[in-house]
């Protein structure tokens, strides 16, 4: 292992592992030099991790790491939110200026299938996203219905797949009470979850079995659901009808979707905060996400283990330069990604917090190219 790319080691007790283990704290930024900017939003089950980095303050660009390296992709575009990865190398993610959605394959760009050709500027009245992936390559988001529709019309959730011989094949998952409905996740069934609606009105949606299924909620207008495991178990954040003048009041909540009827619970926050969001859970049923006040000033990445909320800041030596503000995402063997800051250092600095009895397979001393280009592992 390279070393010089710990920002700290620690010794934690790791309730999903059921014994005391190291904790690598992993600054992925300084993996990639000249690194202004950078975020990590999306990890494969063997550690393999994507997102975003601006360099010298630039464009956005698609940042892939193993624990060791890192790597700029070149994209078709040039300013690109990647938001989840595979362990063949698969990503998608999304071009924030048109709203393009896009994978990369075997190390090439394409856009996920719009009307027009990839990259046209009549995609600027269309609009695609890519969210999330499982492992076997499904992966969802949004996508416009139709190529006659102007761009203020309804987009739909979908469930895409890599056909035999190359192309995508895009299944449209369908409008909620005739309004815009978005992918954000799916596990290995090709369950999907989902939301309609926009700013505090929106409605947490399940799609399965061909059904489009509202998520319980807790009387409050605002409801997001990000992810669910194979259990069935969903994650996100629901409000209540008596938040008060606050519009943001909600909470980090779990959904049991394979109860029936439907179960939601909510997961908790800090203790002073008024927000909180549930963005991934593993298979092991350990969520993680953040919590934040209300003037969103001491926004800490956090973890929901065991029915207990975790501050993934109380796990750092006392004297780190480190503040953990969103755990993204954590995998089956413990994982967590993020962001964050560190005192003296301007911008975002990406995340991995990896335990290192973790098997780590051929990615630990390998080229981030090996994969990217499509080599044989």
């Known amino acids: 292992m390279n070393r010089h790319a710990l920002a700290c080691v620690f010794f934690i007790a790791l309730p999903w592992l059921g014994e005391a283990s190291s904790y690598d704290l992993i600054d992925l930024s300084t993996l990639i030099p000249q690194a ?12 393999l991790v994507v997102g975003s980095v601006r360099i010298d303050g630039g464009e956005q660009k698609v940042a892939v790491w193993t624990s060791t390296n890192g790597e700029i992709l070149d994209s078709i575009f040039g300013s690109e939110y990647a938001q989840a990865i595979t362990d063949d190398g698969v990503i998608v993610g999304t071009y924030l200026g048109t709203a393009n959605g896009w994978y990369v394959r075997d190390g090439v760009f394409d856009c996920i299938p719009l009307p027009d050709p990839c990259g046209s500027f009549n995609n600027l009245w269309r609009a695609s996203s890519g969210r999330d992936l499982n492992r076997s390559n499904e992966f969802t988001g949004a ?9 203020n019309d309804p987009v739909e959730a979908y469930l895409g797949r890599f056909a035999d011989d ?12 005739g309004a815009s409905t978005r992918g954000f996740g799916l596990n290995d069934l090709g369950e999907v979850v989902g939301v309609s609606g926009s700013g505090l009105d ?51 909540t779990r959904w049991d979707t394979r109860a029936d ?33 209300a003037e969103f000033d001491d926004q800490r990445a956090v973890a929901w283990i065991d029915g207990q909320i975790v501050d993934l800041n109380g796990w750092l030596p006392p004297d780190t330069d480190w503040h ?24 975002r600095r990406a995340f991995m917090l990896r335990p290192e009895m973790m098997f780590w397979s051929g990615f630990e001393a390998g080229d981030a190219s090996d994969w990217s280009h499509g080599s044989d592992r």
Do not use: C, K
């Open 324 to 347: 953990l503000e969103i755990a993204t995402a954590v995998n089956d063997s413990g994982a967590i990604i993020g962001y964050g800051r560190r005192d003296g250092i301007p911008g």
């Open 166 to 177: 190359g192309s995508v094949v895009i299944e449209r998952l369908g409008e909620y009470l």
């Open 202 to 252: 929106t409605t947490a949606l399940l799609f399965r079995d061909g059904e489009v299924i509202a998520l319980p909620d807790l009387d409050g207008g605002y409801n997001l659901v990000h992810d669910l495991n194979n259990d069935g178990f969903a994650v996100g954040l629901a409000s209540r009808s008596d938040t008060g003048p606050w519009p943001y009041d909600a909470e980090a």
């Open 143 to 151: 996508i416009s219905p139709a190529a006659s529709q102007p761009a």
């Open 36 to 47: 202004s900017d950078a975020a990590a939003f999306g990890i494969s089950p063997s550690g």
């Open 261 to 293: 009827p439907i179960t939601v619970e909510l997961l908790g926050r800090l203790p002073g905060h008024r927000l909180s969001l549930a963005t991934d859970i593993s298979s092991t049923g350990v969520a993680v996400g953040y919590s934040v006040d």
